[in-house]
């Protein structure tokens, strides 16, 4: 092996290897063990949450591989309709084109070019991860078996009735000309106004006071609401308006919707341009004025001098008007909620249009069911409740977008403004019986994206058709996801599978949190917080860093401030840490909290454990070299037992992390387990073995037979979290420890053996690791060399001590470094000597003559003294109520537990002098 870990010269070696040689595909044999991808966006790239995610699902297939299940992790990637669409009419807008100069099926086709050409990077990023999917099944959302899975659910739900086209309210983007889902608007405060505007009674008796945030909405009001027990209005219920500007008169009416506290306690009702008013209007039977164009811009419905205008020129033209008139009452600075498209930034406006809708509510009763009875279980189960309040209210599903990238819905119409439905063109005609000449017009929008996902866990598997991988791997094992898209993919998919399948999906619904910045803030570009899981594995210098963080801004005006923060906060740039030390630090992350909080301190802790791995293998490949490693006459040692008994438990540990999502836990045993005790302890004390001359041929064989099953079974623990260096190191120690195979991925993952569990021999070197530890903490308090040999006295020495003490003394005199070690006589007087207890034991460091006492107490003083004054000035500082009043309540708890720190390390140093004092010659 090589001197130094470096991932860079192993990680893509390995991964081509396991790839060329198939070794991620499903073996055929054992329970099968499925996994869908969350399909990410062929326009994307990997950012921290793809990453942390793709961790989870390749330890868990990892995991399930090397227990003999027969496991497929399905990748794939979204055809993301708006995103990609967007991507490719920004070229052209380059060239000077719109995608309305190419027509549909050229602009089709260009979106196709540039997904061959530029739809892959996620996909090689992926491989740097080390993504163990099987990329001989990789699918795309408008491949021609995805295509005919979606057409086919499509007519299969119209028949039924699940399916109808209507005009409601949609979430319409100005820009993009197209309904949006929910997920696609980011709703975000903003500073605005409030007008409170006056409604003139028709008869004249007065008026009426409503406050808006958008007063050019009121051209398009039908009505205002008032709350029914709101006493000043109740009198006025019935009773009409005259709505200015438009001179009509609308009616005033009484809903609980209206909150009494907000303005005036009158509300404007526009059904056509709001959510709630469409609502309501619906429940008063109020008519609908759709005032604005697919371009917010005011139509034929708006009064004369108001049409053709901007809804933002027009709201500003309103407010003059009535100001005019002297009927606006006053205007308020209000901060409000502003609906933004997440691709084109564009205020959403509520638009009244025609739009596919599925009928839900039938759909959505089995899968309520499924989570009540527990045929799904959530991970953490308290999100079950996020999903049933979601589905429990659940509305009808819009499903058309108005897109020319994306499954387009398989609807014709004739000229009469009949509609058919079917498969294909030809299958409408023979099914209704339409003439070859009556000419038909497919209908112009596409679906939404989330419809094709849906359908994901069977789509990907084959369906409609009923192939042997369908038949196998559904329902799916576990999906793994984000808790934000709880409500907008895994109900539907949920809901789709029981409709199409007649079975739940996926058995679990692993929720994990979203990946945050060390402070918890979310990472986005504007916030200058981004990091590339990429740059994490390869490093990155900071003059490119600066320039990935500031390049294409949506706010320019911000660059200065994230290249100041970025070059604060990596002066150096981003070392090189490799893949398995960002899988590590995303797996002790995983816990079940929902905001994951990444510091990249952590990632480089972790790369110091890799380098800790490493070393140690080096070693015992160094310790076993050319010696005899088969069956013989063995004679485990204490230390032998002793690692053995922590292997067992690491490894019962590591698997309840495993089977219960604990991923940190897992990882934390396993950290602990190399780190402390394998690598610090029984390293050191095989050393005390093998470089002994007192040591025969049985308990070497022993301790250098356990060193290698040690390591090897290790690397088969660590190999779902780590698998590049697991791999390397494998291919070396694999064999020696009598393994068979040419890669460590396919080797069952290792269990616990019954009886190696010992809580003797584990109490016993407790015992021994206890004694160590004391000798060591008195030989830094008293800043003795470590190289230097010192004799140790025990005082009150139990039956057991002494016993401990027989089988233990070559360990001891080892790893403490120590001369003579004896309990004292019966009788004889304790020595001036640093002290040190394990339970009633007590270790004596006889003192004289091993310390220079002059010389400790001068130092021990000017320690004193320093940490004297750290004190006081820290009680000062609490002292001052100024100080406790205004600080953070952290900074004074942390000023306190100082306080608490400097007394402690004072009495400890007080005491210790006073020892050494007592070793200087009177005056």
């Given at each position: 092996?090589d001197k ?5 010269d ?19 044999t054992g329970?099968p063990?499925a ?6 966006n062929?326009?994307?790239t ?13 330890a868990?297939?990892?995991y ?5 299940d027969?496991t497929l992790?399905?990748p794939?990637?979204?055809h993301?309709g ?6 490719v009419?920004r ?10 100069d ?7 086709d ?5 997904k061959?050409?530029?739809g ?8 740097r991860?080390?993504a ?6 990789d699918?795309?959302?408008m491949?021609?078996g995805?295509s005919q ?8 739900l119209h ?7 209507g005009?409601?309210?949609?979430n ?13 608007v980011?709703s975000?405060?903003?500073s ?7 409604y003139p009674?028709?008869d004249?008796?007065g ?5 808006t945030t958008r ?11 008032v ?6 209005y109740?009198?006025l219920v019935?009773?009409?308006?005259r709505?200015p500007?438009?001179?009509r ?8 919707f209206v909150?009494?506290?907000f303005?005036s306690?009158c509300?404007k009702i526009?059904p056509?341009?709001?959510?709630n008013?469409y ?7 109020l008519?609908l004025i ?7 811009v ?9 049409r053709?205008?901007d809804r ?6 309103v ?5 005019s008139?002297?009927?606006v009452?006053?205007i308020?600075?209000?901060t409000?909620m502003?609906?933004r ?5 564009a ?6 249009t025609?739009?596919?809708?599925v009928?839900?509510a ?6 309520i069911?499924?989570v009540?009875?527990?045929r799904?279980?959530?991970?953490p189960e308290?999100?079950?409740?996020t999903?049933?309040e979601?589905?429990r209210?659940?509305k009808?599903?819009?499903?058309s977008?108005?897109?020319w ?5 398989p609807a014709w119409y004739?000229a009469?403004?009949?509609v ?8 409408v ?11 038909l017009r ?10 094709s ?6 789509s990907?598997?084959?369906?409609p ?6 038949a196998?791997?559904?329902?799916t ?8 898209i709880?409500?907008f993919?895994?109900?539907?998919m949920i809901?789709?599978g ?9 058995r679990?619904v ?8 060390a402070?918890?803030?979310k ?7 981004v990091?590339?899981p990429l740059?994490?594995?390869?490093g990155?210098d900071?003059?490119s ?7 294409g801004?949506m706010?320019p ?9 970025t ?13 398995d030390a960002?899988r590590f630090?995303?797996a002790?992350?995983a816990?079940?909290?929902r905001?994951i909080r ?22 015992v ?10 069956p ?7 230390a ?8 067992a438990?690491t490894?019962?540990a ?22 402390y005790?394998f ?8 050393k005390?073995?093998?470089q ?8 070497r ?10 390591l ?9 979290l ?6 390397e190191?494998?291919?070396?120690v694999?064999?020696l420890?009598g393994?068979?195979?040419?890669t460590v ?10 009886g190696?569990?010992?809580a003797?021999?584990?109490?016993e ?7 160590v530890?004391?000798v060591?903490q ?10 230097r040999r010192f004799?140790?006295?025990?005082a009150?020495a139990?039956?057991t ?6 089988r233990?003394?070559?360990?001891l005199e ?26 009633e034991?007590?270790?004596l460091?006889p003192?004289?003559g ?6 400790e107490?001068a130092?021990?003083e000017k320690?004193?003294?320093?940490l004297?004054q750290?004190?006081a000035?820290?009680?000062?500082k609490?002292?001052?109520?100024s ?5 953070p309540?952290?900074v004074v708890?942390?000023?306190r ?13 007080e ?5 050494v004092?007592r070793?200087?010659p009177?005056p």
């Open positions: 092996m130094t870990y470096s991932p860079r192993i990680e893509q070696r390995l991964y081509q290897r396991w790839e060329d040689d198939g070794r991620f595909r499903p073996r055929g329970t063990y996994i869908v991808i969350p399909p990410p062929v326009t994307g990997l950012h921290m949450g793809h990453a942390f995610q793709d961790t989870i699902m390749d868990l297939t990892r399930h591989r090397m227990r003999g027969d992790w399905q794939g990637t979204d993301a708006i995103a990609t669409q967007m991507v009419e070229q052209l807008n380059a060239e000077g084109r719109t995608r309305h190419l027509g549909r099926e050229a602009f089709i260009r979106v196709w070019r540039w061959e050409e530029s892959g990077t996620i996909a090689r990023q992926m491989r991860l080390g163990s999917v099987d990329w001989s099944r699918r795309f959302t491949d021609a995805l899975a979606v057409t086919e659910t499509f007519v299969r028949e039924e009735g699940l399916i109808y086209r005009k409601r309210l949609v319409w983007d100005p820009v993009l000309h197209t309904a949006l889902s929910d997920l696609e980011l975000q405060e903003e605005g106004h409030l007008w409170h505007l006056r009674l028709a004249g008796s008026h009426l006071t409503v406050a007063p050019e909405t009121m051209l398009g009001d039908t009505a205002v609401a709350h029914p027990e709101d006493e000043r109740r009198a019935g009773r009409r308006v709505l500007l438009a001179d008169e609308i009616p005033i009416v009484a809903d609980e909150d009494r506290a303005g306690g509300v526009t056509a341009h709001d959510f008013d609502e309501l209007g619906q429940r008063h039977g008519p759709n005032l604005f164009d697919a371009s917010a005011l139509t034929d419905a708006a009064p004369p001098a108001y053709g205008l933002f020129e027009a709201r500003r033209r407010v003059a008007d009535l100001e008139l002297g009927l009452e006053k308020e600075p209000h409000l502003v609906p498209g997440d691709r084109s930034n205020v959403i406006e509520p638009w009244l025609d739009q596919w809708y009928r839900i039938p759909l959505a009763a089995p899968a069911a499924a009540e009875s527990g799904i279980r959530f991970v308290n999100w079950d409740r999903y049933f979601w589905m209210n659940i009808d599903w819009c499903i977008r108005q897109l990238w994306g499954h387009r819905i004739a009469d403004g009949s058919y439905v079917g498969r294909s063109e030809a299958e005609r023979a099914r209704h019986g339409l003439p070859a000449g009556l000419a497919q209908d112009e929008d596409v679906l939404d994206t989330w419809f996902s849906a359908l994901w866990p069977f990907t598997l084959g369906w058709e009923r192939t042997p991988e369908l196998k791997f559904y329902p094992a576990v999906l793994v996801t984000g808790f934000d709880i409500f993919w895994v109900a539907r809901m789709m029981l409709k199409f399948m007649g079975e739940v999906p996926f679990e692993y929720v994990h949190g979203l990946i945050r910045d402070e918890g803030q990472m986005s570009k504007s916030k200058g917080n990091l590339d740059d994490l594995i390869d990155i900071l003059e860093l600066v320039q990935k963080r500031t390049a801004l706010q005006h911000l660059a200065k401030g994230i290249e100041k923060a070059r604060k906060q990596f002066p150096d740039g981003i070392a090189p840490y490799g893949t960002l630090t995303f002790s992350l816990t079940l909290s905001d990444f510091d990249v301190g952590r990632i480089e802790g972790y790369r110091n454990f890799c380098n800790k791995l490493w070393n140690a293998a080096r070693f490949l160094l310790s076993v070299e050319g010696q005899d490693l088969g013989g006459e063995e004679q485990p040692s204490l032998d037992r002793w690692i053995r008994s922590r292997l438990a490894l019962q590591t698997r309840a992390g495993f089977e219960a999502y604990r991923f940190d836990l897992a990882a934390q045993a396993l950290y602990e387990f190399t780190w005790e690598c610090d302890w029984y390293l050191e004390l095989s005390a073995v093998l002994s001359d007192a040591a025969g041929a049985a308990e064989r022993a301790t250098r037979r356990t060193l290698v099953g040690t090897e079974a290790l690397l088969r623990a660590l190999h779902p780590m698998p590049f260096i697991t791999e190191i494998w291919q070396r694999g064999p420890a393994r068979e195979g040419s991925m396919l080797q069952p993952w290792p269990e616990a053996v019954a190696e569990r010992d003797a021999v584990e109490a070197m407790r015992w021994v690791m206890d004694f530890l004391a060591r008195i030989r830094g308090e008293m800043d003795i060399a470590p190289s004799d140790v006295l025990l009150q139990s039956p001590d002494l016993e401990r003490l027989a233990g003394r070559h360990w080892r790893l403490a470094n120590l001369g003579a070690l004896r309990p004292l006589a019966a009788g004889e007087p304790e020595p001036e000597a640093a002290v040190a207890l394990l339970g034991l007590r270790i460091v003192m004289a091993l310390i220079d006492a002059a010389a107490a130092r021990l320690r004193i003294g320093k004297r750290d004190l000035r820290t009680e000062a609490l002292a001052n109520a100080f406790v009043a205004n600080a309540a952290a708890e942390q000023e537990t100082r306080v608490a720190e400097f007394g402690r390390e004072l009495a400890g140093l005491a210790q002098l006073a020892r004092r070793l200087q009177a």
